[in-house]
């Protein structure tokens, strides 16, 4: 086979392999197949001609890889002689014909090994792009797990087919609400789902995972609610982070504090960011493909007392200033916090503008809705803030999750949305929100770089 045309021998491979059905199904859930599939001719075309746009398509956007060959295997055990041979064709890079009309086209090199899964390639020896998967609001209770477990069986599936296709993130992110009441048996089932799913889809382990507590993540009944709205009320009418900062480092904390043991003890479980976890806030430091990356974990919800606190909650000084302590050293500063700041007392901004100061990217969650705005000053003041919308509100929801590259050296963020499609029950790339399945906006330049 070795004079073999690579894309003649590809397309009578696949007529062989599939029936038209079978060819469309097999494209629409590989890696990077929903770039494809709304460009095949429709229903009635014939296979050879269904089979000859396929192998026009996949070699236009770079899909034939050797990760490509390993699901054609997967799918066709029995046909690994041929499927190997075919795979052996595409190792050299090659120029499409003239007259084609798509450019020219390089094939990975390197053949199929059918025992181990196939290399990762270009994106993940990438010097100075960070990948960030970021993840919000999963609710884990006992009483939706008959809905919640579909929805997120099938969110780690995706997570895995995004990664085959572009790579493994070097940091997740999950920004608050893992529980739904706080309670230590809901977050013995997320931390199964983390371990179980989570962790083997990503291809990361739990150091390289980031949390921080939401409301949801506070067991209300670990403190009676009246004490909780007592010092809520008392710190708005004093409007001083002086009194913050004497509640936090004093005794009393721990009255508010203990409402958040159970996100500490199963953040503090999994070693989650590599460390032992105390507090319901942190910060870590990594240097992640080269870059010295510093992320601060807040607890925006150390204050949460109902479903009114909009307008009353509070981040405080305290806080900042322990997680964003000598942030300034590093080349992407990550801000992590469940609240969007429209939640937080309008005299705590100091702390607010700590953050924007400190940080190139803010990721929050609560809302379940997902979103991006840039707060602009100048190149080097610019903030991302992101959103990621809910991982799980209900199977009937549209629920939402990011992808992200940072670039910092750069000045460049790529963000890849992908949302719950109701309809179809299934995972997807989210052409609503930018219209584009990757949307790259600008991002604050590192130190070095500006």
Known sequence: MSNQDPRLALHRLLLSLFSADELRRFIRYMPGGESVISDLPGPGASPASLADSAVELLGHHGLVTPEFFQHVLAERPRRAADIQAVAQLWQAPRTRPVGTGRGPVDAPAGPVDAGKPAPAGGPEAQEGLVRILHLSDFHFSEATAWDSGTCLGRLAADISRVRRASGA?????????????????????????????LLPAAGVDASQVIAVPGNHDVDRGKTRGTVVRSAQAELLKSGQQADVAALLAGEDAEVLLRRHAGFIKFADGLRLGGARWTLPWGSFRRTLRGVSVHVAAFSSAWLAAGDDDHGKLLLGLYQANQVLRAAETAELVISVMHHPWGFFAAWDGAARAEVRRAS???????LHDSGQELVQGNANDMVQELAAGAAYESSESPNSYYWLEALPRAGALRIRPRFWDTKRREWRADLNLFETEVHEVPLRRAP???
């Open 169 to 197: 993130p070097d940091l997740v992110v999950l920004s608050g609400d893992i529980a739904n009441t706080g309670q230590e048996q809901e977050y013995a089932q997320a931390r199964a789902w983390i371990e179980g799913a």
């Open 360 to 366: 190139s990217l803010v990721l929050r969650g609560h």
């Open 448 to 450: 070095a770089a500006s």
